[in-house]
Nanobody, 115 residues
Framework: QVQLVESGGGLVQPGGSLRLSCAAS????????MGWYRQAPGSQREQVAIITSTGTTNYADSVRGRVTISRGSARNTVYLQMNSLKPEDTAVYYC?????????WGQGTQVTVSS
C-alpha cells in the first residue's frame, strides 16, 4: 500500500507564490510517475503537471511558464512551485503516484487565490 501526504496549500493573493509538497511512503518499487492534479468546484479534476522517474516533465497549457514540478533527493517526494498565481488557480490540489502496482492519490490540499 502507498500513502501520499500533501502540504503547502493556503490562501495567497493574485500574483503570489506557493510551494506544494507531496511525500509518498509505503511499498514503492522501481519506476513511477508522480504528478499534481487539481479540481475546482463544479469542474472535473485536471492534470497540472507530472514528472516521470527519469525526470521528464509535462505541464498543462494553463500553468506552463508559471509552475515547476520537481522531485526531492529521496525520489519519493515531489514539489510544485507555483508563481504568478491567478484566481482561476483556486482548487483542491491532489498528488498522484502511478506505478506498476496501481494509481494512488493523496487527500488533497486547498489552494485559494484571492485578494
Amino acid at each position: 500500500q502507498v500513502q501520499l501526504v500533501e502540504s503547502g496549500g493556503g490562501l495567497v493573493q493574485p500574483g503570489g507564490s506557493l510551494r506544494l509538497s507531496c511525500a509518498a511512503s509505503g511499498s514503492i518499487f522501481s519506476m513511477f510517475t508522480m504528478g499534481w492534479y487539481r479540481q475546482a468546484p463544479g469542474s472535473q479534476r485536471e492534470q497540472v503537471a507530472i514528472i516521470t522517474s527519469t525526470g521528464t516533465t509535462n505541464y498543462a497549457d494553463s500553468v506552463r511558464g508559471r509552475v515547476t514540478i520537481s522531485r526531492g533527493s529521496a525520489r519519493n517526494t515531489v514539489y510544485l512551485q507555483m508563481n504568478s498565481l491567478k484566481p482561476e488557480d483556486t482548487a483542491v490540489y491532489y498528488c498522484r503516484l502511478t506505478a506498476a502496482s496501481g494509481v494512488y492519490w493523496g487527500q488533497g490540499t486547498q489552494v485559494t487565490v484571492s485578494s
